[in-house]
């Protein structure tokens, strides 16, 4: 009845992903970003291999050159559009559609539930709060909840994306 549970797909991605990067944190997938390495890095390329292998990651770059170095541990994204960008790994097999609240889009911290103090201390929450499920980061100390990755994410990735 139930399908085998697949392990969860994880990421690691260069610096020209961010838009997707912020998009795989919204769907819950943990997704390090080359962003938190240190910047100017000459061997970047190496050090992206390294982690992708050591944290059994899949790596995601727009390069063609490290997707080949990376070989069958490294996707080379084709689109420049996230939602294209989004499709291929669906169509990969690696993501479902699907939106959770489980990380800061940020900095890819797990959320927590937020506590009263958190939730009324965040003067950005909406006012009106019946029927909201409030998370809190705290990396970034920032309040999340239902919706407040936007209307129109939540809509691209229900209305756009396939399978
Ligand atoms: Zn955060």
């Known amino acids: 009845m139930s399908k085998k549970p697949v392990p969860e797909s994880r990421f690691i991605a260069d610096r020209m992903l961010g838009t997707l990067i912020r998009y795989l944190r919204f769907m819950g997938y943990d997704t390090m ?10 061997k970047e390329d ?4 390294m982690l992708a292998a050591q944290d059994n990651r ?12 990376g070989k069958e541990m490294a996707i080379l994204i ?17 993501i479902e559609r699907r939106l959770l609240m489980s990380r800061c889009s940020l ?14 201390g965040a003067d950005y929450a909406p006012r009106d709060k019946k029927g909201l499920t409030f998370c809190w980061c705290d990396q970034c100390s920032r309040l999340y909840w239902n919706g407040s990755h936007g209307k129109h994410i939540s809509d691209r990735i229900e209305g756009e994306l396939k399978g």
């Not at 970003?33 to 000459?42: C, P, Q």
């Not at 900095?107 to 009263?116: D, F």
């Open 33 to 42: 970003s080359a962003n938190g390495l240190a910047e100017g890095n000459a």
């Open 46 to 49: 190496t050090l992206l291999l």
């Open 58 to 69: 899949i790596l995601l770059t727009r390069d063609t050159e490290l997707a080949g170095r």
């Open 78 to 94: 084709v689109s420049e559009n996230v939602m294209e960008q989004v499709q291929q790994l669906i169509d990969r097999g690696l």
């Open 107 to 120: 900095c890819n911290t797990v959320l927590r539930g937020a506590t009263q103090p958190e939730i009324t």
